[in-house]
């Protein structure tokens, strides 16, 4: 069955439900709230990277007129250490609490000391420069080798090497080693007629959401807690705050704003505690905290920087023998670094016999790595990416000639063991060797082309919806996935789809923690794919309730009437669905329904992209002249938004390698806190990014949906490594490939 | 942010009692937008913010072949970009004022701010340099003069006394055989900051044409923008050819101080002077040989 040619809403690119409240700016996101009395937050932070808390004192900000409540940790309640599930990574309660208000340490540069609630936001500011905290100031740690030395300061008093499942005896910088091992790779080795080993370096960079974090909270008297806040996850928010406020789940009410962008750095909670704490203390007044840029860079999510050695060895034929990684990560302050989804990713998209990966965990005195974008998998896969290239190179192969000969098909198994079920990587690979722009001539001098492949897990996880049949066929739909990159739509085709009406029929909504059921946050590349899932399963129900009222009208038994094309009928009785919906009062009163699923078999996606780049050897500049992303999608639900989640990830991979990076000074202040200077590429800095949507259907879910957000970011910077290699003749093996480090690379600087 | 007065200033007298009375504790607005920004971030506290866009002689914007070009300090990039476009003058100034913001920030920030404001990496000041820019202070004792490569005196900093503010830039005319350009190195292509920026003025005469006169200035490679006199010197009696002028590049990246920092490096920011030089060297000469009006 050709299915493309039977959806009707599916594969379309109707308008998105909240596209007028968004162009005319009136969606309202978490600073557009006004409640009335509201007290307005300012946080101070540490302006060391390393330093132990000796005192604070709150006096003076206290007698500033004006000012309504200030909190230190000593106002969190001191919560056992308890490991607690965070879609993409999970998080320790005892370490969040420690980051929400640092209690013994500061951590790093820009870690939260005290909050003040005044009357204004410009006292708040005032109260806070009048809080005196007596830091003795100690060595800071920024690097992850050298945090890994025996010698190095330590930064935790209780963290112990979780050593492949064994707890070490020495206080360390190393939370964890993991490791995963496939055959034989000393064999391997052997048996390979080239190999290529490469140590890689890549800078922390930051998920650029332009919305900064903002948490506004009522802590009322019955000790009920509402928080708005913008998140991508309302029932993360609230288990994290059950946990840190240690309060019964029953009190607290988490309503989801609009969201300006997450991109994996709007799971974790940053404000939302400390609105309650000084909601509460400040006579349960509603208090709104808002951070500012350099808030946001300073103490939110970046993800890890990285050392990454990589060795691969190949016979002469091509296949790859043998693949060996060993990855150190920055956790942060905390642990809890994506290397093991680095390790998940690093040879993805190849079926390799022997494979060998250490990876590391690792703390340094930088905030906390939050999720981003197929955390982990970017770094990863610069790193095995450039040693493919290389590998080809050596060979005499062409680069996607060599991945396609070694691409992992259905049934191959990955280095953890898990085998994979219908993937697309090979109709990737093959869709990029085919295309025009990979047979297009270059020419032009310190021009070149490159390659690289990328690969993503993806997730399911748990989603509710619930729906309600209006009386002229349209349908309420109340979700609980916060909405980033047009889920309302994608989500509302694929009930429309199930019901066989219009899109425009559905009427959805992101509702609170109250109203839905749970839903797991918009992470994962899961919602299109899970919450799409429990619409279907939604959609058909709908449609058994509406069987049993055409049958009550028409006398019959439910299972003989049928539903097709948009009509319920038996024997010769049909009524479309509006207007069988317009018979609901005289058949039983209003059709509802429930779902919530937990769906499993979420497939992978695999990506290949094409990269042509122009160097200017005299400035080190690398401009992108074309850029072409292939991605295997399962099905496009909304092409539109499809493509966009494609070009979005193409457009922060070329950031991460080219132009962005943390800046630290050598007492581990943070000097690039702007978005000046911390440089995301603008529209001027990117070509139009073609895309090129592969669908090899999920088996796994009913209408054959992939997630498709994450793996676009993983192949870029490997791919303009490969192109400037081409260029200029020399390899980079340090992110971001910024023009300082392409001089230095051609010995001009 | 703190609370501060504001006056808009209808005269300089006026402007310049307010001034003087803070002592100090006061900060001349124009545009604002380096200003607001700073006070909003906390980096710089005033107790007075005087406005002078309401002082007439902040706002003239005027030509002339015998004197040349007035720029009030008041005067929004927009407007003097347009009317120096359009009246084909100055090419090598307009240049380096279009590249003060997006077209937001062209519609408030003025030529008179860029100076004021003293970055070491500002687009305007390297301009000015080589144009022979005069700033026209006043203040408490009457009115001065001061050359552009003069006016600045460390990041931030500059030769302003206490109750004076600069009212308006005087260029001179450019002289038959006169070419100038700004040009500057930043890894985006928008909203950055130079990581080093060059400006370059020549003038051309005779057949075959010879240099006789030049100036070669830099941004962000020392705390204040330089005017490096040898690169200018080396050229004069020469031909103007890509070695005359890659030896001025190359005498301009000996000058040069740079740090390393968060925009780039030392090593970087050296070579990219003398690249820059060089490229701003050979749009000047285009311009020179064109007649000024490329």
Redesign the interface.
Known sequence: MNEKETYRVIGTRPLRPDGADKVTGRALYGADLRLPGMLYGAVLRSPHAHARILSIDTSAAEALPGVKAVVTAADLPDVEAKVASLGEGSVNTRYQSWNILAREKALYYGHAVAVVAAASV?IA??AVKLIRVNYEVLPPVLDVLQAMQADAPILLRDLRTDELGEKGSALTNVAAHHQTKKGDVERGFQEAAVTVEREFHTATVHQGYIEPQNATALYNQDGRITIWCSTQGSFGVRDQLKDILDVPVAQIKVVPMEIGGGFGGKNNVYLEPLAALLSKKSGHKPVRLTMNH?DVLSATGPTSGSVIRVKMGARKDGRITAAQAWLAYEAGAFPGSPVTSGMGVIFGPYAIENVLLDGYDVVVNKPPAAAYRAPGGTNAAFAAEVVIDELAEKLGMDPLDLRLLNAAKEGDRKADGVAYGRIGCVEVLEAARNHPHYRAPLPGKFRGRGVAAGSWGNYGGKSSASASVNSDGSVNLVEGSVDIGGSRASISMQLAETLQIPVESIRPQVADTDTVGYTEGTYGSRTTFATGWAVYELGRRLIGLLCERAAQLWDVEPGQVTYEGGVFSCGGQRLSFAELAGKMDETGGAVVASVSVQPETWGPAFAAHIVDVEVDP????VDILRYTAVQDVGKAVHPAYVEGQIQGGVAQGVGWG??EGY?YDAQGRL??AS???Y?M??S??LPAIETVIVEVPNPGHPYGVRGVGEVPIVPPPAAIANAIYRAVGVRLTTLPM???RV??ALG?? | MRAFEYLSASSVREAVEALAARNGRARVLAGGTDLIVQLREGRREVDLVVDIKAIPEANRLEFDLQTGLLVGAAVPCYRMVGFLNAAGIYPGLAAAAGLVGGTQIQGRATLGGNLCNASPAADTIPALIVHRAACLITGPQGERELPAEDFCTGPGQTALQPGEFLLALRLPPEPEGFGAHYVRFTPRNEMDIAVAGAGASLRLAGSPARIIEARVALGAVAPTPLLVREAGASLVGKAPTLEAFEEAGRLAREAARPIDDMRGTAAQRRHLSGVLVRRALETAYQRASRGGDA
């Open positions: 410009h500011q005032e350099a005299e400035t080190g500049k080219l132009s800046y000097a690039n978005l000046l200077d440089r590429p603008t001027l800095d910024s023009p300082a001089l230095e001009k600087a």
